[in-house]
T-cell receptor
C-alpha cells in the first residue's frame, strides 16, 4: 500500500527566507506527483505537477523536484512572503489509476 | 479557465434529510472526482467518473450516491447521513488519465 509522508508537519519562518518542504512515498511506481496548497476552509490549488519521467518543474518562485528511485520530492519556495502561508499537500498518482494518495500536509506560516 | 464550481458552499442537514451537492466544470475534462476531507486531514478519494461512467468507488457507503448526468456536471446525492459524515466535500476534474487535477472550493457539510 502506497504511503505518503510529509515532514515537517508545521513550519514557521520569517518573511524573505528560502525554504524546502519534503514529501516521501513508499512505492516508486508512480505516474506523477502533484503539489497543492490549501488555505483554511478552502479547496486545493494545484501548484505543480511532475510526471514520473521528469526531474523537476518550476513555476515562478516555486520549484519542485522528483527522485523516484529514492521515493522523494521537494518543493522549494524562494523569497517567501506572508501570502505563502497555507497548508501544502503532495499527492502521488498510482500507476495512472487516477487515484491520488495524499500526504498529511505541511502547515506553513510566513511571519512578516 | 481552470475553474471548478461547487454548490452550495455550506449545507446543514438532519439525518433523515435528502440533499444533493453539485459540481460543474467547463474545461472539457472527461474525468471528475469526489473527495471527502475531515478537519486537519488530507482529502480521501470517494468516486471517479471517466467519460460519464463510474470507474472507481472507494467502498463508499450507499448513503452517498454519485451521478454524472453529462460531461460538465457531477452530483452527489445524500440520504440518511450520520454526524460523522460531516466534512468538506471536494470535487475535482482532469483529463482522463494521470493528469493534473483541478479542485473546486468545496461544500462544507454539517449533519445534525
Amino acid at each position: 500500500k502506497q504511503e505518503v509522508t510529509q515532514i515537517p508537519a508545521a513550519l514557521s519562518v520569517p518573511e524573505g527566507e528560502n525554504l524546502v518542504l519534503n514529501c516521501s512515498f513508499t512505492d516508486s511506481a508512480i505516474y506523477n506527483l502533484q503539489w497543492f496548497r490549501q488555505d483554511p476552509g478552502k479547496g486545493l490549488t494545484s501548484l505543480l505537477l511532475i510526471q514520473s519521467s521528469q526531474r523537476e518543474q518550476t513555476s515562478g518562485r516555486l520549484n519542485a523536484s522528483l527522485d523516484k528511485s529514492s521515493g522523494r520530492s521537494t518543493l522549494y519556495i524562494a523569497a517567501s512572503q506572508p501570502g505563502d502561508s497555507a497548508t501544502y499537500l503532495c499527492a502521488v498518482d498510482l500507476q495512472g489509476a487516477q487515484k491520488l494518495v495524499f500526504g498529511q500536509g505541511t502547515r506553513l506560516t510566513i511571519n512578516p | 479557465d481552470t475553474e471548478v464550481t461547487q454548490t452550495p458552499k455550506h449545507l446543514v442537514m438532519g439525518m433523515t434529510n435528502k440533499k444533493s451537492l453539485k459540481c460543474e466544470q467547463h474545461m472539457g475534462h472527461r474525468a471528475m472526482y469526489w473527495y471527502k476531507q475531515k478537519a486537519k486531514k488530507p482529502p480521501e478519494l470517494m468516486f471517479v467518473y471517466s467519460y460519464e461512467k463510474l470507474s472507481i468507488n472507494e467502498s463508499v457507503p450507499s448513503r452517498f450516491s454519485p451521478e454524472c448526468p453529462n460531461s460538465s456536471l457531477l452530483n452527489l446525492h445524500l440520504h440518511a447521513l450520520q454526524p460523522e459524515d460531516s466534512a468538506l466535500y471536494l470535487c475535482a476534474s482532469s483529463q482522463v488519465g494521470p493528469y493534473e487535477q483541478y479542485f473546486g472550493p468545496g461544500t462544507r457539510l454539517t449533519v445534525t
